[in-house]
């Protein structure tokens, strides 16, 4: 019976796998250990590289090229991190940082380029400037995770894990007619791309239609369909048939034969193509401004007059030439004793434009640039029949807010602001302002009469006289005829002053006269439908 026991336990079976479970469950609890702080590893390294994603695209956002662009861009990498490594249990802290770099360099956790390659994965040059800075790389302070169960094998700390992320700022602009404008500022022989130009807003442009190869010269881009037909729709359109400009990597620019595309541009002026009724193409309208005062006279035509028997749109034989004093606005009287006021008058040049072509301009921009002096007190006084005192008490909008508060406010009032109050206070224009007689027997009209049938200036679409214009370097980028790829300096928004018209002595059917409103915006004026400029910005790696 004995031997039977023992030779019966000997062949038992039962519980045989635990030694080889005991020997395996180090191995066992040790993989487990591996896995799950592995997985806290990857979450780690997620975080913190979101958190890098993150600051780039605010710091991108701020890469305007205009001055403090670097300074605002560290600011808002580092102010943007509030958020916490919930897989990192240092005891001191868990918060995501970056360290905040104040200069326009490559050195540092937050770090400044002109480019960067994707393809290859490369840096252009360093900036050195924040109008240089075009590409941010943001580094996010590192971040150590202590393994809770990896230790089993002899490993207690990940080691330092960081994250970076490279972004620009993709620019795009809406609602504008693809015109560009060499930069008049910028000297012969000049090779830096970001050469900047600062008007004084209020200041008049003299713009010269011309192959876009000399500062100064204003010219077209090309959106979609090439050609003069292609950009008269854009520039005449109500709706145009591309919305936005993309400009990120560059515009490119687009010869146009002026007298192809003057039509479409006197449009937003109530004179219409040929004569005619009808835009360019037959697919859009072409809505003059609710405000159209100009410097022209009309009995019945619609067309611009090409001889003094033509009824239609035409210069007044009386017509406005500044004063030869030039004297500041503070004068009593806006012309000099020995003339006579104009019997109509549009928004006028700025002094040193108004008497001829050459104009008196500074020739720091060739004489292009004014000074943003121009004859408000004329202006008032021939349509108006108000002296300066009359405006300044009359010209206040709903608010009571005045466009001048004072004889020292009169030189900070622009065209544009008299075109807006004339805009907004309809009822405050004299009715002998909006039809206008001259001496020759035609009138002077503020308010659209040669509109297509049906078609009615809307305040609410975009504003027909401000527009949006590209600023190049056109020296530096040998700008001249068609080109890809052009980088642009800026956008600003201009006001339009004048029909484009051959005026005797002081204007050729190349001109445009616009006058400065500012650096476009960047989407504030979204709900007033307003040329518009969207900075976008977007990771690069």
């Not at 590192?142 to 620009?168: K, M, Q, W």
């Not at 003299?206 to 876009?212: S, Y």
């Not at 980088?487 to 400065?516: C, H, S």
């Amino acid at each position: 019976m004995m031997r039977r026991n023992i030779w019966g336990f000997a062949r038992n079976e039962e519980g045989a796998v635990a030694p080889t479970v005991a020997l395996s469950i180090v191995a066992l609890i040790a993989a487990g250990g591996i896995a799950f702080d592995y997985a806290r590893l990857a979450t780690l390294d997620t975080e913190l590289q979101g958190a890098a994603d993150q600051a780039a695209l605010a710091a991108a956002g701020q890469l305007d090229g205009e001055s403090g662009a670097c300074a605002r861009a560290a600011a808002a990498a580092a102010n943007l991190l509030s958020n916490q490594t919930l897989s990192a249990n240092e005891v001191s802290s868990r918060a995501i940082t970056v360290s905040e770099e104040s200069t326009c360099d490559a050195t540092g956790s937050i770090q400044f380029y002109q480019s960067y390659n994707q393809a290859d994965d490369t840096f252009g040059p360093a900036a050195a400037s924040d109008a240089e800075a075009k590409v941010v790389l943001v580094r996010v302070n590192p971040r150590e995770a202590v393994y809770a169960l990896t230790p089993i094998v002899g490993a207690f700390r990940s080691g330092n894990i960081d994250a970076e992320a490279i972004a620009s700022l993709g620019s795009a602009v809406c609602r504008v007619p693809p015109v560009m404008m060499c930069n008049p500022a910028e000297p012969d022989g000049n090779k830096d791309l970001t050469f900047d130009f600062n008007p004084p807003v209020g200041a008049g442009l003299r713009l010269v239609v011309a192959t876009p190869d000399a500062p100064g010269n204003f010219g077209f881009l090309r959106i979609d369909e090439p050609g003069a037909g292609g950009v008269a729709e854009q520039l005449g359109y109500d709706n145009p048939p591309i919305g936005c400009i993309n400009a990120s990597g560059g515009v490119e620019t687009e010869p146009g034969d002026m007298q192809a595309v003057r039509a479409a541009f006197n449009s937003r002026f109530d004179i219409s193509q040929n004569g005619s009724k009808t835009c360019p193409g037959k697919d859009g309208v072409c809505s003059p401004s609710a405000n159209s005062r100009k410097d022209l006279i009309r009995s019945s035509g619609c067309g611009l007059a090409s001889s003094a028997s033509q009824p239609d749109w035409q210069e007044s034989a009386f017509p406005y030439r500044g004063r030869t004093d030039q004297q500041p606005l503070s004068t009593t009287y806006p012309m000099d004793s020995s003339r006579t006021y104009p019997d109509i008058m549009g928004y006028p040049r700025d002094l040193c434009h108004a008497t001829s072509i050459a104009g008196s301009c500074s020739s720091a921009n060739g004489g292009l640039v004014g000074t943003a002096a121009w004859d408000i007190d004329a202006y008032f006084k021939v349509n108006y029949n108000w002296n300066r005192s009359d405006w300044m008490a009359k010209t206040v909008d709903a608010d009571g807010v005045p466009l001048a508060a004072t004889n020292a406010d009169v030189a900070g009032v622009s065209r544009y602001d008299v075109y807006k109050w004339e805009m907004e206070n309809p009822t405050k224009v004299p009715s002998t302002a909006k039809t206008q007689p001259s001496k020759s027997g035609y009138n002077a009209y503020s308010t659209p009469v040669c509109r297509a049938p049906g078609v009615t200036p809307d305040s609410t679409k975009a504003d027909r006289r401000r527009l949006s214009v590209a600023v190049v370097n056109c020296e530096a980028q040998d700008v001249g005829g068609h080109k890809k790829n052009v980088q642009v300096r800026k956008w600003l928004d201009v006001f339009l002053v004048e029909p484009a018209l051959a005026r005797p002595n002081r204007a050729t059917n190349g001109d445009i006269y616009v006058e400065v409103i500012g650096v476009a915006s960047t989407g504030a004026n979204d709900a007033e439908n307003l040329p518009t400029r969207r900075d976008v910005p977007y990771l690069l790696r």
